[in-house]
Nanobody
């Protein structure tokens, strides 16, 4: 069973920055495509960013492009999400996820393991 643990959420003012981390339990971490998703109250979980197994391919949602940066450190089995110029509409629970059967995907239904989520709140 793959386990994912997110950290780094919190409360920040609009225009500020936060950095999220997601540690993955499996030693076969490099076999996995990774993604970040978010879910605001009353809304569906939405795609934020996808990163391929070795980090060579990254895709961002239009709403975060130019403000968020994803990366992964395969030696540490960890993926990161640097969030800059945060807006109140970025407020959500952020989840990292593993897609174990594909090399890269932005589709939520192709992610088969999820972390517990970390709250990000951006005040205006």
């Amino acid at each position: 069973q793959v386990q994912l643990v997110e950290s780094g959420g919190g409360l920040v003012q609009a225009g500020g920055s936060l950095s999220l981390s997601c540690a993955v339990s499996e030693r076969t971490f490099t076999s996995y495509a990774m993604g970040w998703f978010r879910q605001a109250p009353g809304k569906e979980r939405e795609f934020v960013v996808a990163i391929s197994r070795y980090g060579s391919r990254i895709a961002y949602a239009d709403s975060v492009k130019g403000r968020f940066t994803a990366s992964r450190d395969n030696a540490k089995n960890t993926v990161y999400l640097q969030m800059n110029s945060l807006k109140p509409e970025d407020t959500a629970v952020y989840y990292c996820a593993v897609a174990s059967k594909v090399v890269f995907t932005t589709r939520r239904d192709e992610y088969d393991y999820w972390g517990q989520g970390t709250q990000v709140t951006v005040s205006s």
